[in-house]
DNA sequence: TCAGACCCTGACCGATCGGTCAGACTGAGG
DNA sequence: CCTCAGTCTGACCGATCGGTCAGGGTCTGA
């Protein structure tokens, strides 16, 4: 049999994300990567610029999803826009749960590094797109709840089929998010003194 | 006005609290807190065993309530094990914000820390509560779900009053748990073949 | 045969990490 | 006055981090 080139570009990015998913960004050294690959630690800095750029590279398919749902949102308002939001969600965080799995946690500080530049405005959009575009503190919350559970979820249930988690987060998604457009199924309480 | 005697310690893990929030644990160096206190690094190792033991302190009062919730979960079975979790979480979540906060996303790691040893199963019967002890995928995820994104949004909006935080909480808690006695909402779809 | 692009490496760099240690300072008690 | 416990510190330690660099192999095309 040929021996293929030996891909080592491929493999370390591989191994960089098996690594991150377990041990997170910053857990994970150059070295350890590189012990897994079976190559030197300078090796992997040949083909990578910084440790930074192997995970922007990493990120970088899903970056281009989250911005195209972006793109679809931008007009959406009410329900439409919560219902585009949530199933769009969903199948992104289904489908890169490794990704997610990688940034977990480590978002805040992840964030201010410029290859993820965009991401926190893309995601306040999506969040508020979720939430009806409503102020109501209620509705915001339950976004948010929404989105942070669905990443954390999909980033547990890595062994669980795509067929399963999916249908699965929808139906909680539908069930959560504040209703906007219809009346409140809950009667509106005392404490509805602002707007 | 006297001087009372200096409270180092106190200081100490007040300003590790502050930081441990905005950095998180691993992204805080313990020359960090010193700058902070406006003492030596030393002085925080003289007054804490090492890093662990300054964390250990910061959790113990929440991992006490969460403890607490536990023993109250034993022997609670089906819709009354779903709301006292459910509510129990919302308030220990809401009043121990800041303590959820430094966690975030260094749970992982943090686990394996001999002070939080039993978190994990605390924390796994605590889902499971929330799920009905049920198997069903979508109570399990939707279990899941609620429980990290209850705890993202309490480290999130750490700047709302608990008396706005809690009950939008607990309103979207009862409505997202997937109901376990009661018959489901939604009809059974096609994918029902598993028990 | 030779030049040059490509791939890879060990040795090394400065910075920072958590943690140790001997000793200085201080205030209370005998 | 001396002692001693409590508090605090600068200097230092080994380990590890991300990253640099000069140079060695290997392959290819002129």
Known sequence: ?????????????????????????????LQDIARE???????????????????????????????????????????????????????????????????RGEFPELLCQPAFAHIQQISDRLRDALAGHSDRPGARIAALVLLAGISEACAEFVDIPDDELRPALRTLARRAVEPVDAPLAHPPTTEDKDS
Do not use: W
């Open 37 to 103: 690959v079976g190559c030197s630690k300078a090796t992997v800095l040949y083909h990578f610029a910084n440790k930074e750029a192997l995970l922007a590279e990493l990120m970088a398919p899903a970056i281009d999803v989250l911005r195209s749902l972006d793109d679809q949102l931008n007009g959406l308002t009410g329900a439409a826009a919560q219902e585009v939001a949530a199933q769009g969600f969903v199948d992104l965080a289904v489908r890169f749960r490794r990704e997610i799995a990688v940034l």
């Open 1 to 29: 049999m040929v021996r293929a080139v030996p891909d080592t570009h491929g493999e370390i990015l591989a191994a960089a994300a098996r690594q991150f998913t377990v041990t997170g960004y910053r857990g994970t050294s």
